[in-house]
């Protein structure tokens, strides 16, 4: 408390005697969302971890498009199938003086993965490597018991602390107490709900960076945010609304930037039950059978979509209509893919032949407060599906509900609705995490189809994903990984994907950002256009 | 009185209890906090341990007992959201509601008094029309379509104010406060008059209603045949006999003023205890929902008996008895 | 909002009706209509509930019968046409509805939502009221404390924890505004039968030997009708505009029913982009239900309360 006080009255201080030249030095951000904690290990979501990467570094950091980086770490290598061996950087120093070494990292993983508060740990990100040897003060051995390709992938997520700071959790990070990192910002002030500051950290082992100061203001409302930036309260925004992004390009005090993410929009069909209970005969009756289990059903489905119509007037056309699981650029994509083409007349044709010429009645759930417009692709799907004979109630609700009753907790206790649109970004930046996620056979002991809310399951594809999951060659994963998209989401129609987001920044005239696909507003990275 | 008091406080004790019972079990029946927690990735194994680590795995009473047992000593559970106390969260964010809600008041009674007395001595002006139908207005206009006006009006056509947020703010013995710079000032105000418009239309009407009552009682026509200038005898004599049910309504109103904030601080993005409840609607946090709930009990409780005291004080016909709670 | 609706309640309670020389109603409509501005806001109330309840035939096109409604037609400015060649006098608004359509199917639902709510209110309140002051002693202390208690508290706020606890949904906003608003007319009833009660109609009713019942619901309710009316009228606007604040917040309709206040909180989204029309048409007709439905009961509550001088 007595820290809070201290940096809240020299920030004041600072306020007052802050000549306007200095203030060019400082960036104001106004973003859509809030970090819940400074602690970097107590919730690993986009919030928090767009928040650490300021204060934090990592072995191994993501570029814009998510390629890797060296970080801390400034070269690493499989030794052997199992063993991959990390040098670390010397010469870097925390932000309280200490040097760091060897010893950060292991505290650090550890520290990650048995986080006792953390709301959502990286465990899963630190549990592949079962040993970390110490070889000497620079250089780490990290031992899987399977052979694991994704190490250096999952690394990248985990944020580097002092390993001086034993013990504290996220409360002494909050208040700035313990924030050491060895990131380019230290913690300024942090007043929730209001503002959080970044101060330059001079130390910092990487390029400086050009501000001196990044001050972070929550504005949840997208409307505000903007008519903050337009009325020159803050110089940066992320969440741009679709809505808007039109005449901002028109505006010449505004620059926008604008990049795909890795998040795709799809929609799951129950493939599991026979007796769904958001699904109808055309007349309203129960049905006997479920016709979301007959593959042309779910072709049917994918055809009578009109991406093109939900990209340009629901999405303003800052969506890009997808085929499969990642937009292109991306490791381990299909080459055969191609993004649906829109033919109401042959997905009725299709619906006939599995035997539903009159169609089917359908509940389809989503959120209205997760995706960019979601309850409004909702409606615009319900719209398309009731053209070819399904008759879709669109039924939208906020996200604290809508997860309630679309999780899935595996055959015994499957999500409560049987149709619904959820949206998946890959952290890792290659295929295999949705299609463990979402499209592999639910299984507790392998941490796979957690989020399967169709239940969908083909051995077939499991087995691919497998042996992808176990080949550390770059060439032949991505390969395997093509192939499990090719089944699981092209011959199967496991989950039939619509688009992938597009995320926009905007800023004053003058600043320039590489929009990410990880989603994340990087401060520092905001850069003065020469 | 003490006795009053006490009785007092304790049907208020009844009244938090109840409604945290209420509360907390009606929170744990919807949405599911887990869900809302955890990264899209985690695996089965990631997210029991969720649930356990917020000690969602017990039933709900099993729950309850907890939260009893630890707010007796004062802790009223951490937030699933932010991981730490979620009474220290509400605290920290209170000033910023009260500078608010006190901005709206300040303002209320600027505006609306001068109003409702003008139109109170002279009723059949064209003014004074004008005046009453702009309460009309002020009554019926809800309060977030006019955020949004005001917001759209001087921040973004004209760019007169800031559209959102809290400003500058420079401590007062540990406590933020906007109103000592321009910038903080700036952000204020947009906010405060949206929030004191309701206001303002009850004052323009009591202030009004108590000096038509006034102005025909006999010791201001003695004063007026005295011969006193009518800008003293409405000045003197007429405030200060408005002022008591003026006073009272307000005191009262500004238990309103921190509900009602609820409303702007979601529109002007204000970092209030009003945002953080709609906030931790959204996020399930049931402990900040439940200590918010039982915080705000205690301060219209507060409020309440503040304000039956200090009436009491001030007119010695109302004794105080245990009729209003 | 509460020390309104009590020092209504509490003056029309307090006004005694003087002699009637004409029919009771017939000076009653003479002295409403007196007011013009009344007079139109009665009509234009009127004319709102009619087209609130004849939605299905006024309506252009159902903004909920999704055959009707497309995407492609998506935040059209007021006057376009569509591709089908039909024009939206409103525009439309972001999923593709006629605007001018959905704004009277919001209309239903706001008017429905804030008179089903103060009906079922007031004839709680009512009874509670009743039974309180008829009863008295014990009975009428346990339900005054109650009232008492929940209007210590906003009623913006009891709905908001109400809500929160309940989810959305058309039947739990309805609920939650019952629940809000039934103190105000048990207090109202209360007030007016106690001076009732203490009349020697009621004595002499008593010593009579008729039954609580027909004492309670023919003596005492029809004469504390006008009060209640009055409260009922101002406590419906205000309903309406608590639903409307509420489904702002997002803790109130569901966004495939929308009523007016959610029309204006969707149509913010876009309101920045200079499609305006989306927000601003349902605001208008949302402040014009609004203000009607005050001045009618503002006029009500001068005529029912002869104290204060018009």
């Known amino acids: ?449 957690s989020s399967n809310r169709g239940l969908h399951s083909d051995p077939e594809m499991d087995k691919v994903l497998d042996e992808a999951l176990a080949t550390v060659d770059d060439n032949k994963r991505a390969a395997l990984l093509a192939k499990a998209t090719e089944i699981g989401v092209g011959r199967n129609q496991g989950i039939i994907t619509l688009h992938y987001q597009v995320n926009t920044w905007a800023g004053k005239k003058g600043l320039t950002y590489k929009a990410r696909t990880d989603e994340r507003t990087t401060g520092f990275l905001v850069t003065p256009s020469k | 009185m003490t006795v009053f008091i006490v009785r007092r406080l304790l049907q208020a004790f009844l009244v938090v209890w109840a409604m945290s019972f209420l509360v907390f079990v009606g929170v744990n029946l919807v949405g599911d906090p887990v869900e809302m927690m955890v990264n899209d990735e985690a695996d089965q194994e990631e997210r029991e341990r969720v649930i356990k680590a917020m000690g969602l795995d017990k039933p709900w009473y099993v729950q309850y007992l907890h939260f009893v047992g630890r707010a007796f000593q004062g802790d009223l559970g951490k937030s699933f959201v932010y991981g730490e106390e979620s009474l220290g969260i509400i605290v920290e964010r209170m000033p910023a509601t009260f500078e608010l809600a006190l901005a709206a008041l300040l303002m209320a009674i600027i505006i609306g008094i001068p109003l409702g007395v003008y139109s109170g001595l002279r009723p059949g002006s064209r003014i004074s029309k004008v005046i009453m139908a702009g309460s009309i207005l002020g009554f019926s206009l809800p309060t977030f379509w006019v955020g949004l006006m005001f917001i759209m009006v001087f921040a973004v056509m004209l760019g007169w104010l800031p559209s959102t947020g809290r400003g500058d703010v420079v401590p007062i013995m540990g406590i933020n406060v906007s109103f000592l710079t321009i910038d903080g000032l700036s952000h204020l105000f947009l906010p405060a008059l949206n929030l004191a418009l309701f206001k303002i239309s009850l004052v323009i009407r009591l202030a009004r209603a108590g000096t038509r009552e006034i ?32 006073v009272t309504v307000l005191g009262l109103e500004f238990g309103g003023l921190i509900a009602f904030s609820v409303v702007t601080e979601t529109v002007f993005a204000w970092p209030g205890m009003g945002k953080l409840i709609i906030d931790s609607i959204q996020n399930l946090d049931r402990p900040v929902i439940v200590a918010y709930l039982m915080i705000i009990v205690l301060v219209f409780v507060i409020i309440n008996l503040v304000v039956d005291v200090l009436y009491s004080v001030l007119d010695p016909r109302v004794r105080l008895q245990d009729v209003k709670a | 909002m509460k020390t309104v609706a009590e020092n209504i309640a509490l003056g029309a309670a307090a006004g005694d009706k003087t002699e009637a020389v004409e029919t009771p109603f017939e000076r009653f409509r003479a002295s409403f209509f007196a007011s013009k501005v009344a007079s139109v806001a009665l009509v234009v109330l009127c004319s709102l509930i009619f087209v609130a309840v004849f939605a299905g035939f006024i309506s252009p096109t159902n903004p909920y019968d999704l055959a009707q409604v497309s995407v492609l037609d998506s935040k059209l400015p007021p006057g376009a046409k569509s591709f089908e060649g039909t024009a939206f006098w409103l525009g439309t608004d972001g999923a593709g509805r006629d605007l001018l359509s959905a704004m009277i199917y919001g209309l239903r639902i706001s008017l429905g939502v804030g008179v089903m709510s103060g009906i079922v209110a007031m004839i709680i309140g009512a009874a509670f009221g009743l039974i309180a002051a008829y009863f008295g002693g014990r009975t009428e202390n346990i339900i005054m404390r109650i009232v008492d208690i929940q209007l210590s508290f906003p009623a913006i706020l009891v709905a908001l ?132 439905i005050n001045l009618v009961g503002d006029q009500l509550r001068d005529v029912l309360n002869p104290r204060l001088e018009r």
């Open chain 1, 1 to 449: 408390m007595y820290m809070r006080k201290t940096l809240a009255y020299a920030a004041a201080v600072a306020a007052i005697s802050l000549a306007p030249v200095v203030q060019a030095q400082t960036l104001t951000i106004g973003l859509g969302t809030e970090p819940t904690s400074i602690d970097p290990h107590f919730h690993n979501l986009g919030p928090n971890n767009q928040i650490a990467q300021h204060f934090f570094s990592r072995l191994i950091e993501q570029d814009h498009k998510q390629n890797l980086l060296p970080g801390l770490a400034t070269s690493w290598k499989p030794l052997n199938e199992l063993t991959w061996e990390f040098k670390l950087r010397k010469g870097v120093k925390f932000h309280d003086g200490s040097d760091f070494d060897a010893d950060d990292v292991i505290f650090s993983m550890h520290r990650a993965g048995n986080h006792p508060n953390a709301r959502s740990s990286f465990g899963l990100y630190t549990k592949a490597a079962s040993t970390i040897k110490k070889i000497d003060s620079h250089t780490l051995h990290f031992i899987s018991k399977k052979p694991y390709p994704l190490m250096a992938v999952d690394l990248s997520n985990v944020h580097i602390v002092s390993a001086n700071e034993k013990d504290k959790w996220e409360g002494d990070y909050n208040n700035g107490s313990s924030a050491f990192g060895t990131g380019p910002y230290k913690v300024g002030k942090w007043v929730k709900g209001e503002v959080l500051e970044m101060v330059r950290y001079d130390g910092y082992h990487g390029d400086k960076p050009h501000w001196e100061k990044i001050i972070i203001k929550p504005i949840k409302s997208a409307p505000s945010r903007l008519a903050a930036l337009l009325a020159g309260d803050v110089d940066f925004i992320d969440q741009v609304p679709t809505v808007d992004i039109a005449r901002l390009k028109t505006n010449d005090k505004v620059q926008l930037s604008q990049g795909v993410s890795n998040r795709v929009i799809y929609l799951h069909m129950d493939q599991f039950r026979d007796n769904p209970e958001f699904v109808k005969t055309h007349d309203g009756k129960p049905v006997t059978k479920n016709p979301f289990k007959d593959v042309r059903v779910r072709k049917a489905v994918n055809m009578a979509i009109n991406r093109t119509a939900i990209v340009e007037r629901v999405m303003e056309g800052v969506a890009i209509p997808a085929g499969q699981l990642l937009p292109e650029g991306f490791f381990g994509r299909s080459a055969n893919l191609p993004v649906p083409k829109y033919d109401p007349a042959g997905a009725k044709k299709l619906l006939a032949e599995a035997g539903y010429p009159n169609g089917f009645q359908v509940t389809l759930h989503g959120p209205n407060d997760r995706y960019i417009n979601d309850a409004k692709i909702v409606e615009a799907i319900a719209q398309m599906l009731t053209r070819i004979g399904i008759k879709t109630t669109p039924d939208t609700m906020p996200k604290s509900v809508f997860f309630k009753h679309g999780k899935n907790r595996g055959p015994a206790k499957p999500p409560k609705w049987n149709f619904l649109l959820v949206g998946w970004g890959s952290g890792t930046g290659e295929p295999s995490s949705p299609l463990r996620s979402l499209l592999g056979t639910y299984s507790k002991p392998k941490g796979w189809g």
């Open chain 3, 161 to 292: 924890i109400l809500l929160a606890i309940l989810g959305k949904g058309v039947d739990k906003i309805i609920i939650a505004l019952i629940i809000v608003q039934w103190a105000y007319y048990a207090r109202t009833v209360r007030g007016s039968a106690l001076v009732e009660r203490n009349k020697e109609y009621i004595e002499a009713a008593t010593c009579l030997a008729i039954g609580h019942r027909r004492i309670l619901f023919r003596h005492l309710l029809p004469n504390c009708m006008p009060p209640l009316i009055v409260v009922g009228t101002l406590q419906t606007a205000s309903a309406i505009s608590l639903e409307a604040t509420l489904s702002f917040l997002g803790v109130g309709l569901p966004v495939s029913e929308p009523s007016l206040g959610l029309l204006i909180a969707n149509g913010f989204d876009y309101m920045l982009s200079g499609k305006y029309w989306i927000s601003f048409f349902p605001g208008v007709a949302l402040l014009i239900t609004i203000v009607s």
């Open chain 2, 215 to 246: 102005v025909h009682q006999d010791y201001i026509k003695f004063a007026r045949a005295k011969g006193l200038s009518t800008n003293r005898v409405v000045l003197v004599h007429l405030m200060k006999n408005i002022m008591i049910p003026v």
